[in-house]
């Protein structure tokens, strides 16, 4: 779940926190009596604002901060002004609280870094607190110094703090490190981690699709995906992989003949769905799931059907990692007078491509290229022919006609794009592919393939009796997330680590060092109750 940190402001969220109030400060600190309605509202509540942080709708943690004098501190420490070192704008910072479920996550440091943002902004000179005695290492280690003697109760005693505005500026970049051991790390196949680079390309200010800077930043990208690539044309359009597909598909019914689809997953399957949507004539080779179609199958069939004139097939089945030869199926297609078709979406800007004699080839600009989801790409080494039957948004000839601007387009996609594709690391995906693969087998994970599989997509089968849904929910929790949901995962008890997009080593590592502790832990919690 992603973790929000807001300004508490709604009815329903301020009911959370008295209750969170209450757990906290009544049921595990005992610092205030039950009562039955099981809700503590603070005695300053409404001269409080409450930093808040949000998984969905829950408040899973919380801290309140005012600036009113006097302060729950002046009656606990009749003289406080004689303890502080320096005069100035002072705000108090009260009732820290996250949830039991949450303290191990990253919630901790997102509520203090919202919290040092709000008080810069007030231009608070010094925060002071109360902090239980029981995290004062904690408070230290991100600038809070003690001050005066100890207040409150056996059971319930706090150290007075404070913080000045130095401090501050100082701990913002503590929180920083902090944020980046505690944050999340995305192994999701889209949307990517974005590097700053390209995040910095897509907020520059959006000009219109007929300006002409525009049009001549349109066709350096496309000049750059035809160099990395070796195709001779790529076509940029506004839309998903899903499209760029259709577009292909849409251009399969200008060719005479009938088709041949591998598929031997999830996408591979998509794409025969794509074909019967567009009443191609076509036949297949289908496996079950991980299965090898091997290049003698593709040759017998060319062979012995000689109307077919055309392959479809995916490069990387995304659903398992695996990555079919298409150097070798070009090869085949060849010698018995076949175009060859590739759905690389989960391909491009992971392993090299050689697309000079690839008919089509479809892909996109999340995923590999590590760029934001919104741009359908089709790469091509023929010019196209025109078929009005086909509707004007799936006609490649007109993307061609008009320089890949026929409708209306997104600078600011495609200026994040020619970033991101600046910052493809062929190497360093295959280095951190392989460690990360040795380090997943050694702590006893089960996955999918080996060296021929493609490095970007780690397929991992769980061990018998672990939930897939409920690792991947543990996981979520602890900040990373995993592919889990899709229907044709969980049906396998499957999870996946797509290493896409910006991708730092130490993270990643740091981060499958965390999946290996929480599958040591549910293997240990099964064993407990099974030995019971």
Known sequence: MNIICKIAAEPDEFKQIHQLNYQTFVEEIPQHKQNENQELIDKFHEENTY??????????GMIAIRAKRPFSLDYKLPNLEEYLPVKGEFCEVR?????????????????CEKLVELCLEQNYTMALISGTVRQLKLYKRIGFLPFGPLTGEEG???????????NFERSTKVFKRLMARNSEHSFLPGPVPIHENVKRAFAKEAVSHRNHDFIQGLKELR????????????????????????????????????GLILA?????????DHARRFQLSFQTIEKDWNEPIQHEEIAFMLKENLSIKWVWTVHCETSTGYL?????????????????????????????????KIYMASTVSGKGFGSYPGLAIVFHRDRFKGNRSVPRYLDLKMYEDHESIPYTHSSNLVNALKESVKL??????????????EVLEEKGFTVLGGDDYSPGILTVHLPEGISSREFGDLCRQKGILLSYESGYLLERNWVQVALMGAQEEEKVMTAIEMMADIIKKQSEKRYDYEAI
Not at 156 to 166: D, G, I, V
Not at 264 to 272: P, Q, S, T, V, W
Not at 329 to 349: N, P, Y
């Open 424 to 437: 493809i690391d062929y190497e360093k995906i295959a280095r951190i592919s392989v460690k990360v693969r």
């Open 264 to 272: 031997n997953g999830e996408f591979g399957y998509r794409l025969i």
């Open 223 to 258: 000049a750059q995906l035809c160099s990395m690539t070796g195709a001779s044309c790529a076509q940029v359009i506004v839309g998903t992989g899903t499209l760029s597909n259709d577009l292909v598909a849409a251009q399969l019914k200008n060719l005479e003949g009938n």
């Open 324 to 356: 079919f030869d298409i150097s070798g199926i070009q090869e085949i297609c060849e010698k018995h007078g076949a175009e060859l078709c590739v759905d690389a979406c989960s391909t491009a800007g992971i392993v090299p491509l050689n697309l000079e």
């Open 156 to 166: 319930a005693q706090f150290q007075p703090m404070y913080l000045t505005k130095e």
């Open 51 to 60: 930093v808040i942080a949000k998984a969905g709708n829950e408040v899973a």
């Open 95 to 111: 009732l820290l609280s996250v949830k039991k479920e949450y303290r191990s996550s990253r919630v901790f440091y997102q509520l």
